[in-house]
């Protein structure tokens, strides 16, 4: 688990905070790779901010999100309570979709 200074939290907080109405750039860089029936992988989500946009621009798409890192706000570590059979079955999930669309991704 990573953990996070008062300076780093501020940043993340301020990113989080971020309205989506100020992104049209990037909003007219992705949204032609973001449609339905394709998967955004957001590795390293960090904050959030993308992952709220693409939930906004691109309803209808797949978004997995990846980080490395738990606990970014005070008491909250950020994990479901589940059980551990459930990472376990998710793991297997995911690798199983990663599976299906290498060979899209091929060419």
């Known amino acids: 688990m990573t953990r996070y ?23 007219s860089a992705v949204t032609p790779y973001v449609a339905p029936g394709r998967v955004v992988l957001d590795l390293g989500a960090g904050t959030g901010l993308f992952t709220r946009a693409f939930r906004v621009w691109s309803p209808d798409v797949v978004r997995e999100l990846i980080d490395g890192a738990t606990g970014m706000q005070d008491g909250n570590s950020n994990m479901p309570a589940v059980p551990a059979s459930f990472w376990v079955e998710h793991h297997a999930r995911v690798e199983e979709i990663a599976a299906a669309s290498a060979p899209s991704l091929q060419g």
């Open 5 to 27: 200074d008062a300076v780093e939290a501020f940043a993340y907080r301020v990113a989080r905070e971020i309205s989506l109405t100020g992104l049209p750039s990037w909003r």
